[in-house]
């Protein structure tokens, strides 16, 4: 069955509610980093702004927990606290359902219900729910969003610890699933350690041998990349030759590896400064119209609380936004929607044999 964007339902301005309504108000700023206050927050859902008598204008590329600024120009953006400066108007109000002149829509999308009695077993995702729909609809998602959407990846280094997993991953770079990738410096160290010495943290990627002296196979992995120069280099010169790192970048795939207090090395690509890292996930995470995160919960988290629960596009107009959380733990898929990304969806497997299942998935139903 081919996939269908759900229908948007916008607000019905010219009901008493809206007609009634104030212009938003906006305050200036009078610190860096700091807003008036009162400000509103911005949440994951649509949300309408009357700049003026009778314009209700949504923003255009939100995200939770920041401040709408009026520009210059009269458009709307969103901006971290971080990024305000002295003068930047911000709006102000914490009512949302027009009293301030800002309406938060939360019923947006005409998305199924599930009508569920009182009393009814496996509510909750646990390790014994069924996960077969949830694949065949993730297989129509993706073959639409191929040619149609922006598919941002997530990944943690477990991605890269199987062989099958790895070249099922680069296959799904090179027919088109994958158009950004968010990751850290393990992710990139593990997958250039199985390029140089088919070894994961010391370990074959297939037989799961440990090999001798294997401890230092990633530091091996990430002094050699550092001798080069960058991973571009290393590959350029043909050191490495595969893996999901050769893929993303050959393919010109945009990718951030943002880097964290434990890493090792980094490698020459790993941006060291938080928030520079976070900024650049943004830049990504603006276009993302689904999101697939595999078994990297603080990764995750992050990246879902940059994504809204819709998008404004060209093609479809406002159009929700998916976001798959993979992992082994109940805690791990969990833990985002209680952070509340309501449209996230989980699945509980080993992320492995997600990615395997997925590319054979995609092959044998489209080709």
Same mark, same amino acid.
């Given at each position: 069955?081919?996939?269908?964007?759900?229908?948007?339902?916008?607000?019905?301005?010219?009901?008493?509610?809206?007609?009634?309504?104030?212009?938003?108000?906006?305050?200036?700023?009078?610190?860096?980093?700091?807003?008036?206050?009162?400000?509103?927050?911005?949440?994951?859902?649509?949300?309408?702004?009357?700049?003026?008598?009778?314009?209700?204008?949504?923003?255009?590329?939100?995200?939770?927990?920041?401040?709408?600024?009026?520009?210059?120009?009269?458009?709307?953006?969103?901006?971290?606290?971080?990024?305000?400066?002295?003068?930047?108007?911000?709006?102000?109000?914490?009512?949302?359902?027009?009293?301030?002149?800002?309406?938060?829509?939360?019923?947006?999308?005409?998305?199924?219900?599930?009508?569920?009695?009182?009393?009814?077993?496996?509510?909750?995702?646990?390790?014994?729910?069924?996960?077969?729909?949830?694949?065949?609809?993730?297989?129509?998602?993706?073959?639409?969003?191929?040619?149609?959407?922006?598919?941002?990846?997530?990944?943690?280094?477990?991605?890269?610890?199987?062989?099958?997993?790895?070249?099922?991953?680069?296959?799904?770079?090179?027919?088109?699933?994958?158009?950004?990738? !968010? %990751?850290?410096? =393990?992710?990139? &160290?593990?997958?250039?350690?199985?390029? +140089?010495?088919?070894? /994961?943290? *010391?370990?074959?990627?297939?037989?799961?041998?440990?090999?001798?002296?294997?401890?230092?196979?990633?530091?091996?992995?990430?002094?050699?990349?550092?001798?080069?120069?960058?991973?571009?280099?290393?590959?350029?010169?043909?050191?490495?030759?595969?893996?999901?790192?050769?893929?993303?970048?050959?393919?010109?795939?945009?990718?951030?590896?943002?880097?964290?207090?434990?890493?090792?090395?980094?490698?020459?690509?790993?941006?060291?400064?938080?928030?520079?890292?976070?900024?650049?996930?943004?830049? !990504? %995470?603006?276009? =993302?119209?689904? &999101?697939?995160?595999?078994?990297?919960? +603080?990764?995750?988290? /992050?990246? *879902?609380?940059?994504?809204?629960?819709?998008?404004?596009?060209?093609?479809?107009?406002?159009?929700?936004?998916?976001?798959?959380?993979?992992?082994?733990?109940?805690?791990?898929?969990?833990?985002?929607?209680?952070?509340?990304?309501?449209?996230?969806?989980?699945?509980?497997?080993?992320?492995?044999?997600?990615?395997?299942?997925?590319?054979?998935?995609?092959?044998?139903?489209?080709?």
């Amino acid at each position: 069955m081919a996939f269908t964007i759900p229908s948007y339902n916008p607000p019905d301005f010219t009901t008493p509610q809206f007609t009634g309504a104030p212009l938003t108000v906006f305050k200036p700023a009078t610190d860096r980093g700091s807003a008036p206050d009162n400000y509103h927050a911005t949440s994951i859902f649509p949300e309408y702004f009357q700049t003026e008598k009778g314009k209700w204008t949504i923003l255009q590329e939100s995200r939770m927990d920041c401040v709408v600024v009026k520009e210059p120009s009269g458009r709307l953006s969103v901006k971290e606290f971080r990024h305000l400066k002295p003068g930047d108007l911000v709006a102000i109000g914490r009512r949302e359902n027009g009293e301030d002149g800002i309406f938060v829509h939360t019923r947006a999308f005409d998305f199924p219900e599930d009508t569920v009695d009182k009393f009814v077993f496996r509510t909750k995702i646990t390790r014994e729910t069924s996960f077969s729909i949830d694949y065949d609809e993730l297989y129509d998602l993706l073959e639409y969003e191929r040619t149609d959407g922006f598919v941002l990846w997530v990944l943690g280094p477990a991605a890269v610890f199987d062989r099958d997993a790895r070249e099922a991953f680069e296959a799904l770079v090179d027919r088109g699933y994958v158009h950004g990738m !968010l %990751a850290g410096n =393990a992710l990139a &160290v593990h997958d250039i350690e199985g390029a +140089l010495f088919g070894t /994961a943290l *010391g370990q074959e990627i297939y037989s799961k041998r440990s090999v001798e002296l294997g401890h230092y196979k990633h530091l091996d992995a990430i002094n050699t990349i550092r001798a080069q120069g960058s991973i571009r280099e290393a590959i350029d010169r043909k050191m490495v030759k595969d893996g999901i790192m050769r893929a993303v970048i050959d393919k010109g795939i945009p990718y951030v590896l943002a880097g964290s207090i434990r890493d090792d090395g980094p490698l020459p690509e790993v941006i060291e400064n938080v928030y520079e890292a976070q900024d650049r996930m943004r830049d !990504l %995470a603006r276009r =993302a119209t689904t &999101v697939i995160a595999l078994a990297t919960q +603080l990764h995750t988290i /992050a990246t *879902g609380n940059m994504v809204p629960s819709y998008i404004v596009t060209g093609k479809a107009g406002v159009r929700p936004v998916y976001f798959y959380s993979v992992d082994m733990s109940e805690f791990a898929v969990s833990k985002l929607a209680n952070r509340g990304s309501l449209t996230a969806r989980s699945i509980l497997t080993n992320v492995q044999d997600f990615v395997v299942t997925v590319e054979r998935g995609l092959r044998k139903r489209f080709g």
